[in-house]
Antibody, heavy 118, light 107 residues
């Protein structure tokens, strides 16, 4: 079945780096743009970044621009998020999600928790 | 950035009630509007896209309407499994933004 599975979350100190991954299955990954969306504990949803199906276009939220990098490997059906210079306010559950033609999110992973704390 | 404002922030309702949630965009977004349902500890689930199109597999008691800046999500007859938090999201322009959420609670 169509599935997204995130990994790589954990506890990291402020200023350090972490790399998240998302493994896709059950659909032709290379045909779809992909997003990262996050949710701080007890808070609402925040879009983080999007990458086009062929990685030719990438867009970021201002809150992560210059610190986070989204990438993909269509040969491995994986999506990554490299997070550098992490801050306490980056603490959240990070979801990968599949892009629809209307710039919405139709398939979501279960999420991976990132905690930035000293 | 386009701000999405949902109201109410929470609503108490009983099984069988009709529930309406509104979402207002700070600028015109045509019908680039989606609704999601999220239950505690779970990922969001797409319910409605393009303002009024029902996502495959979603019960027909859910419906969406609106265009421009004002949108509504209606649950025609609330079921026990519908108690959750609902979010709207605009897909008109970057950054993509969500409303603050509406928690539907048991009365």
């Amino acid at each position: 079945q169509v599935q997204l599975v995130e990994s790589g979350g954990g506890v990291v100190q402020p200023g350090r780096s972490l790399r998240l991954s998302c493994a896709a299955s059950g659909f032709t990954f290379s045909n779809y743009g992909m997003h990262w969306v996050r949710q701080a504990p007890g808070k609402g949803l925040e879009w983080v970044a999007v990458i086009s199906y062929d990685a030719s276009n990438k867009f970021y939220a201002d809150s992560v621009k210059g610190r986070f990098t989204i990438s993909r490997d269509n040969s491995k059906n994986t999506l990554d998020l490299q997070m550098n210079s992490l801050r306490a306010e980056d603490t959240a559950v990070y979801y990968c999600a599949r892009k629809t033609g209307n710039w919405h999110f139709d398939i979501w992973g279960r999420g991976t928790l990132v905690t930035v704390s000293s | 950035d386009i701000q999405m404002t949902q109201s109410p922030s929470s609503v108490s309702a009983s099984v069988g009630d009709r529930v309406t949630i509104t979402c207002r965009a700070s600028q015109v977004i045509s019908t680039w509007l989606a609704w999601y349902q999220q239950k505690p500890g779970k990922a969001p689930k797409l319910l409605i896209y393009a303002a009024s199109s029902l996502q495959s597999g979603v019960p027909s008691r859910f419906s969406g309407s609106g265009s421009g800046t004002d949108f509504t999500l209606t649950i025609s007859s609330l079921q026990p499994e519908d108690f959750a938090t609902y979010y709207c999201q605009q897909g008109n322009s970057f950054p993509l933004t969500f409303g603050g959420g509406t928690k539907v609670e048991i009365k």
